[in-house]
């Protein structure tokens, strides 16, 4: 594979398309729209995480009462005592189950604390969710129109250059064009450098051996960065 002037040429237009690109790439409006666009993509599984989680709540909750429920029965038992007592029934079993409802109604009050705290954690963290939803909904909504507005400003040069470079391509061998638009692909940039003494510009040295097929202007695959090495 020979190394070529237009191949050279291609790829000092594509640099100035490439110098654009990251331009772009590293934009406040770019950064703005990539984190609004992750918030509304995420939101829809952090929305179902939080409406399974007050499910669950109302599920704890539900189970409470139906225990409120239950002791308070068991409580009304007790209503008819001295009647229970004066017709011979065992004080010390009655004071064994008074107890027992005594350590039921602490517990079911150190789950309700629980849950209320619980709930309440909930609720504001939905809160900020909401807050959070809003601001990025409208943080989208302008940088996806700021973030086009500087693509739409490029637009007439990148256009310029892609007319310019589909024409030089036209005098490179496809074969060779095709392994470097694959580099380019690779985000393999400058794809095509020339040997700088023994070193290519990543620093892996080209023993002799191998500078012998650099011979005659042919470009050899770097081992270590994969760009293609010419020798001047
Ligand atoms: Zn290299």
Redesign the pocket.
Known sequence: MPVSNELLEYQSEDAKLRKIEQEIASSEERKKYMQARKFMEAARDKLEAQDKHALELKALRDQLAARVDETTKAIAEYAELDEMLEGGADLAFYKKNAQSLLDRLRSIKGELNRLITEINAAAEEYKKFKEQTIAMQKQYKDYSAKFKELRDSHAEEVKAINEKMEKIGKKIDPKILEVYTTKRKEKIFPVV?PLNGE??????DFPLAQRGSLAGGNMVE??????L?YKV
Request: aromatic fraction near 8%.
């Open positions: 450098v070193f290519c510009v990543c620093g892996r770097c081992e270590n960065c994969r760009r090495v």
